[in-house]
């Protein structure tokens, strides 16, 4: 597998440009990081989270930083929380498991941004294997995103 099918057929529908950089089998954006030789401040990847409503939010950071749930519920009036790992799969049955594409709008769900990817020149995604990104450029992130909404909640990893 390559591309999920679903993100092939929106980014055409949508006529965004990427280019597809292949790498060594990853199982992280931390990883994928390392086997691409891409700084993970610009790769992005998704955390999924559901509210006490059962609504699916898609939140999109930097590969170098994790997500604070409790900022992004202070900021939207929330009550997010993480999905559990085995509804994930049912949700991207294209993807291999955990390489999970940051465009919601490919699988219609509802998208948070995290700032600091919005000032990048380019974006790495994740294709939907554990082998290949997508780059694209800023503004094709931009139109990528431009149906989410965008604040800054995501924070510093400790290693």
């Known amino acids: 597998m390559t591309i999920s099918t679903r993100l092939n057929e929106y980014l055409d529908k949508n006529n965004i440009a990427y280019k597809t950089v292949p790498h060594f089998h990853s199982t992280g954006s931390i990883s994928t990081a390392l086997a691409s030789s891409i700084h993970p401040k610009n790769i992005a990847k998704a955390v999924l989270l559901v509210d006490h409503d059962g609504h699916k939010v898609m939140a999109v950071l930097p590969a170098d930083k994790k997500i604070c749930i409790s900022t992004l519920n202070e900021k939207f009036n929330a009550s997010y929380q993480l999905i559990k790992e ?39 995604i994740e294709a939907g294997d554990h082998q290949t990104l997508l780059q694209v450029d800023h503004e094709a992130f931009k139109s990528i995103m431009a149906n989410a909404k965008h604040a800054r909640f995501s924070e510093e990893m400790l290693h």
Do not use: H, R, W
């Open 86 to 124: 085995k509804d994930i799969y049912n949700l991207f049955a294209d993807c291999d498991e955990g390489a999970i594409p940051p465009v919601g709008g490919a699988f219609n769900m509802t998208v948070v941004c995290d700032d600091l990817l919005d000032t990048l020149d380019g974006v790495y």
